[in-house]
């Protein structure tokens, strides 16, 4: 078992930022690395950037490409995920959750290649 704990979230205005963190604790070492996903009101989860554990890949969904940034702290099983310029269309609930097999490119984007996942943190943006 994997346990995750988000933090960072809250209310920004539009150009702002965050920093979001998931401590990992438990098996964490069953991983392939860990990603975010983020879930706004009446949409489905969708996929935001991930970590692999080898190589150190990373990957990103288009709509934060150059915006945000995805980083490890490699002594402790923690993840980052620094949002810039933020937009109102960024407001939901962002998940962390653990890479359960080895994936690269868009297949890090697939929600079936994920195993664990955080309670979540909301993250609102205003105009």
């Known amino acids: 078992q994997v346990q995750l704990v988000e933090s960072g979230g809250g209310l920004v205005q539009a150009g702002g930022s965050l920093r979001l963190s998931c401590a990992a604790s438990?098996?964490?070492?069953?991983?392939?690395?860990m990603g975010w996903f983020r879930q706004a009101p009446g949409k489905e989860r969708e996929f935001v950037a991930a970590i692999r554990w080898s190589g150190g890949g990373v990957y990103y969904a288009d709509f934060v490409k150059g915006r945000f940034t995805i980083s490890r702290d490699n002594a402790n099983p923690t993840v980052y995920l620094q949002m810039n310029s933020l937009k109102t269309e960024d407001t939901a609930v962002y998940y962390c959750?653990?890479?359960?097999?080895?994936?690269?490119?868009?297949?890090?984007?697939?929600?079936?290649?994920?195993?664990?996942w955080g309670q979540g943190t909301q993250v609102t943006v205003s105009s």
């Open positions: 438990g098996r964490t070492s069953s991983s392939y690395g």
């Open positions: 959750t653990t890479i359960r097999a080895y994936c690269s490119g868009s297949g890090c984007s697939d929600r079936a290649m994920y195993d664990y």
